[in-house]
């Protein structure tokens, strides 16, 4: 049994769900600036081994891997500090803010020889997982092209001072989930046209970047996507349409997945249609606490998965090298939206000498 420590416990509570009910961890210690919030968490889970230093992780022997959940720009300095000290690394995505950081991880991670994953959390969702099961057993055929999107009424977010901070962007706070789904599927995307705008709820409010987002992808391949991002407008019964959901298209059948909805619907290559809901067990795996705005089922998942890729030696994805892919495009959209031209990722990456 592997032992982790977590650092940042705002998010950081579904991970201490998630190693607390695992039977491959154990949680050795949490850490979190706010005192008051890691008072709050050892008294929600009866878990008091707690700090406030960063170095109480770093420097303790006992602890193989550091889940981190801070905010995005303290990422790239935190990882490096964890595989300084020895430690293999979860952290949540983005993985970086910054790809001027890339390089120097990448040789670092090499170095120390310890594992980076990046916590793309939907993956690890039921029926991302059995999509993605039915597509590498070949039940709908090869991939044609790939849709998915991400809806929510986020206005409430509107209320929060630092959402309309130039520095907030939904681009980056909500689009990295179905283009991560994108690039799980097509990995060679090599170039991305998008719009943007902001609608008038964004307006009203002050937002200073886009709400509303359509982009379109090529691979090297010539096979293309699309991803679709909408988050001031009130969004339609989750019965009819998910807030987040991916569709193939293939040449002998079509799959599509739900999130937050346990719901899956397949065309096989036999014709036989299908749609599929997990039950209450299942539910409350996922979702362990209030409402659904949290990710430990997902967590856990990932987690054992990470565990059985050191014990085994493999690489569990997403890894760094593609954590670092989905940042770069994630810049290259930004550089559409501001441009309002196409833009080629290997021109991204290589600003950057990667």
């Not at 607390?20 to 600036?33: I, M, N, P, T, Y």
């Not at 699309?226 to 569709?247: C, F, K, L, N």
Request: with cysteine; proline share 3%.
């Amino acid at each position: 049994m592997l032992k982790i420590a977590i650092l940042g416990l705002g998010e950081g509570r579904s991970t201490m769900s998630a190693a607390l009910a695992s039977s491959k961890l154990e949680l050795v210690k949490v850490c979190d600036r706010n005192e008051e919030l890691c008072k709050q968490r050892a008294k929600e889970f009866d878990f008091h081994s707690y700090t406030t230093n960063y170095d109480d992780l770093l420097n303790d022997g006992a602890i193989d891997i550091i889940a981190i959940y801070t905010p995005d720009h303290l990422h790239a300095e935190h990882v490096k500090q964890a595989l300084l000290h020895g430690k293999h690394v979860v952290c949540t995505k983005p993985f970086i803010d910054d790809l001027s950081d890339a390089k120097e991880l990448l040789k670092l991670s090499e170095k120390t020889g310890k594992k980076v994953f990046i916590g793309q959390s939907s993956r690890f969702f039921e029926p991302a997982k059995r999509q993605r099961a039915d597509f590498e057993i070949g039940l709908i055929g090869d991939l044609i092209t790939i849709e998915a999107h991400y809806h929510a009424d986020h206005r409430w977010f509107l209320a929060k001072e630092w959402s309309l901070l130039e520095s907030f962007k939904w681009l980056y706070g909500g689009l990295s989930h179905p283009v991560d789904f994108i690039r799980w599927y097509l990995p060679n995307i090599e170039e991305v046209m998008g719009y943007g705008m902001i609608s008038n709820n964004g307006k009203g409010a002050g937002l200073k970047n886009e709400d509303t987002m359509h982009f379109i992808f090529k691979a090297t391949d010539g096979r293309i996507a699309r991803v679709s991002g909408v988050y001031t407008s009130p969004t339609q019964p989750a019965q009819r349409d998910s807030g987040m959901s991916t569709i193939l298209r293939a040449s002998e059948g079509a799959s599509q997945a739900d999130y937050h909805e346990l719901r899956y619907a397949v065309t096989t290559k036999t014709g036989e249609e299908k749609v599929i809901t997990w039950g209450d067990s299942t539910l409350k795996h996922y979702f362990r606490f209030e409402g659904q705005s949290h990710h430990a089922g997902e967590y856990q998942n990932y987690l054992e998965y990470f565990v059985d890729s050191i014990e085994q030696d493999f690489t569990a994805y997403p890894d760094m090298k593609e954590g670092i892919g989905t940042v770069a495009l994630l810049q290259a959209m930004d550089k559409s939206l501001q441009t309002g031209m196409p833009v080629k990722i290997a021109d991204v990456l290589n600003e950057y000498g990667l």
